[in-house]
């Protein structure tokens, strides 16, 4: 699972203003209020379990707390390094699911002995920090791997890229298997891009003019977007191919050309749709890549664990 968010241009009206507010810098606002969402989903199927809006000036944290009844145990929660925090990661383990994430590189900097495990990764002590929103309660012991990427074309050279998280158990769970693995998070910008770039066409504003309108257009985009990837994903099924090899941008095309000038969906279309969908698959190589080509680029250079 995948735990990330982004924000969506909303009418420049007074009354969305009021309600989600807008960016500023030195040179101004922003041209439209935003609404930010925050999304838990599942990195293989590109479906969207749950999201959390707010205004444009609400931290992520807060929705990625708000997500937490949604988590269930045995799930690997995954998310980039700013939403990395002692606070989350007890919520998560709570809920019975294990985390892996990135961090910025001054976190874990002189905090206490480190064990170091036979894979280059080592074990440390998350602290209760004080002042927190979400407060840890009592020290958690955590997993951190270092590593640098070896082809200088894919990050920067000399760099240390770290990860942490709740799997201990360096055989169990290889610290350059859980490198790769966190790669699978990057399927939650490909969610964003599916919808923003293809799914609306590029439209760059909501069209709702109040608050409750935008609220309901952000929930019918993505419920949307769920009913697309469920096609895809049956699809995908009843072929035996895995479903990043079908295209979305397809299989909108498909969906819509189905869907006669009424606009109903009848349950007799399902099957014809789906063998649209499926009609065209991408080739396995760039299917493959896809995922590993938003995070590194290529699939053929490993990074390299550091001890």
């Known amino acids: 699972m995948a735990l990330d968010g982004t924000l969506f241009n909303v009418a420049d009206t007074a009354q969305n203003d ?26 293989g199927s590109h479906a969207t379990v749950a999201m959390s809006l707010s205004a444009y000036h609400r931290h992520e944290t807060h929705g990625a707390h708000h997500l937490l009844r949604w988590v269930q145990a ?3 929660v995954m998310h980039d390094a700013g939403l990395f925090g002692g606070g989350l990661w007890q919520g998560l383990r709570a809920r019975g699911a294990q985390v892996l994430s990135a961090i910025a590189e001054t976190v874990l900097l002189g905090t206490g002995e480190r064990e170091a495990l036979s894979d280059g990764s080592y074990l440390t002590w998350l602290q209760p920090s004080k002042g ?46 859980l490198i790769v693995q966190y790669h699978q998070r990057w399927e939650l910008e490909l969610v964003y891009d599916e919808i ?6 590029q439209q760059k504003v909501l069209r709702s003019k109040t608050p409750q309108g935008v ?6 985009t993505l419920l ?42 009848a349950p007799e279309h399902r099957e014809r749709i789906a063998q649209r969908v499926r009609r065209c698959p991408l080739p396995e190589a760039a299917a493959a890549a896809a995922p590993a080509h938003q995070s590194t680029g290529d699939q053929t250079s490993v990074p390299q664990v550091q001890t």
């Open 215 to 220: 609220r309901q257009e952000v929930y019918a």
């Open 74 to 76: 045995g799930m690997l």
């Open 196 to 201: 923003k770039t293809h799914q609306r066409q």
């Open 132 to 177: 927190a929103v979400y407060p840890l309660e009592k020290p958690m012991q955590i997993r951190v791997i270092e590593y640098r990427v070896s082809d200088h074309r894919l990050g920067e050279p000399g760099k240390v890229y770290r990860l942490a998280t709740t799997l201990l158990d360096e055989k169990a769970y290889p610290a350059l298997e």
């Open 224 to 265: 949307a977007h769920y009913a697309v990837r469920a096609v895809m994903m049956q699809a995908a099924a009843e072929a035996g191919i895995d479903p990043d090899r079908l295209s979305f941008t397809e299989a909108v095309f498909q969906i819509s050309e189905a869907i006669d000038d009424a606009m109903v969906f």
């Open 18 to 43: 009021a309600a989600f507010g807008r960016s500023s810098n030195q040179y101004g606002k922003g041209a439209y209020p935003q609404i930010r969402c925050v999304s838990l989903l599942e990195c």
